[in-house]
């Protein structure tokens, strides 16, 4: 009987020593399940950001886009007096992006677009290289302060486009408060600004002259 007794005995301390076990073990599950829940939401979470973040990327390119397209357009139309229209296609290859510029002009023909640098007719790739300049120009983060200095601007295009090439300019230095420094061979483009310096140089030695102020 006293051994029965001691083996009843030895079975209960093993039971609630293995039943204390099992309530450890289901808690420890709980507490892993819950763990993993919460993993589970914050994965949802980091993917919903990250999914905004990539939205607010091509928000912020589109809109970049259109900025850039709308005032290489406005520069095409002024200078040339043409309804021609800029336009840049930007495709993804290999988690990469790509662009491309094209001119698109509407005529009696239908529409017709090409790239810049093969177009035809008074200097368009100058015009929109400069246009380019001033978008990326006023369009970066942060914004780059101080005045914009140009070296033979629109050195190809056509002699007949040059006034507008300067009042175009002039229009943009006045909207966007910016100081323009022109370096230029081109006297009716020079006659147009608010001041010139004319720079001669004789016997090796540069000499600077104010003409306009």
Known sequence: ?????????????????????????????????????????EVDV?????????????YAR?????????LTTRSLRYIFDKDYKFEIDITEKRNAS??????????????????PEISKGGGIVD??????????????????????????????????FTFDIGEFLLQFSDQMNRQIIMITHNPHLASLSKSIYTVTQENGISKVEKSID
């Open 62 to 70: 589109e809109q970049g886009k259109i900025q850039i397209e709308n």
């Open 127 to 160: 015009i929109v290289s400069l246009a380019l300049r001033l978008s990326f120009l006023e369009n970066s983060k942060p914004k780059i302060e101080g005045p914009l200095i140009l070296d033979e601007p629109a050195k190809h295009v056509s002699e007949e």
């Open 46 to 58: 980091l993917e919903k950001v990250l999914i905004l973040f990539q939205h607010t990327s091509q």
């Open 98 to 115: 790509s662009a491309e510029f094209y001119i698109v002009e509407e005529n009696e023909n239908g529409t017709v677009k090409i790239k």
């Open 1 to 41: 009987m006293d051994n029965l007794a001691e083996n009843i005995d030895f079975l209960k301390k093993h039971y609630y020593s293995e039943n204390a076990k099992k309530e450890i073990l289901q808690e420890q599950e709980k507490t892993f399940f819950d763990e993993v829940e919460n993993l589970l939401d």
